[in-house]
T-cell receptor, first 113, second 113 residues
Framework: NAGVMQNPRHLVRRRGQEARLRCSPM?????VYWYRQLPEEGLKFMVY????????ESGMPKERFSAEFPKEGPSILRIQQVVRGDSAAYFC???????????FGPGTRLLVL | DQQVKQNSPSLSVQEGRISILNCDYT??????FLWYKKYPAEGPTFLIS?????DKNEDGRFTVFLNKSAKHLSLHIVPSQPGDSAVYFC????????????FGKGTHLIIQP
């Protein structure tokens, strides 16, 4: 039973480019969460999605960031026109239902040059 | 505003002794409490959880204690083993449909031989 998959594991972008981060939840999980971890910080919640729906995006920056979880395929976190401050580790988690334990993927480390 | 505080950035414990990690919170809406363990370059791994209706939960060498009146959560690991060396995060969930976890900044536990 594969765990949460994230790709790529490492992503390097120049300022102004777009970053696309992918997350495949665990089998049987329909709830996906994205978190960001800045150096020396804890994980910060960004967005919570179920299939085809954004449930809570209270942690998402208002501009340049978007997320989706289509009916088929992985969840995508998209960052447009990246800036150096976007450099961080981005983690995806999944759970089988509401208020159930979240299981994390290995993360994508984004570096913006 | 920091809703969750892990006041010890690091903790050093001798192998075989008890490790005690602490977490304080301010949000009285939190009703589900978790501990995650994280190795470098990996995602957080779920360890143990407790709901607000309990004050203690055990799983093998790991015990989580919840003191709701003091808004204090702790994790006991006994006996400590070298493989326990990692960063430990407490995390909280307030439910109500907003299912993103609120994390502390983490405590780096070092088990010395």
């Amino acid at each position: 039973n594969a765990g949460v998959m994230q790709n790529p594991r490492h992503l390097v972008r120049r300022r102004g480019q777009e970053a696309r981060l992918r997350c495949s939840p665990m089998k049987g999980h329909s709830h996906v969460y994205w978190y960001r971890q800045l150096p020396e910080e804890g994980l910060k919640f960004m967005v919570y999605l179920q299939k085809e729906n954004i449930i809570d995006e209270s942690g998402m920056p208002k501009e340049r960031f978007s997320a989706e979880f289509p009916k088929e395929g992985p969840s995508i976190l998209r960052i447009q026109q990246v800036v150096r401050g976007d450099s961080a580790a981005y983690f995806c988690a999944s759970s089988p239902g509401v208020q159930e334990t979240q299981y994390f993927g290995p993360g994508t480390r984004l570096l913006v040059l | 505003d920091q809703q969750v505080k892990q006041n010890s950035p690091s903790l050093s414990v001798q192998e075989g002794r008890i490790s005690i990690l602490n977490c304080d919170y301010t949000n009285s809406m939190f009703d589900y409490f978790l501990w995650y363990k994280k190795y470098p370059a990996e995602g957080p791994t779920f360890l143990i959880s407790i709901s607000s209706i309990k004050d203690k939960n055990e799983d093998g060498r790991f015990t989580v204690f919840l003191n709701k009146s003091a808004k204090h959560l702790s994790l006991h690991i006994v006996p400590s083993q070298p493989g326990d060396s990692a960063v430990y995060f407490c995390a909280f969930n307030s439910g109500g449909g907003a299912d993103g976890l609120t994390f502390g900044k983490g405590t780096h536990l070092i088990i010395q031989p």
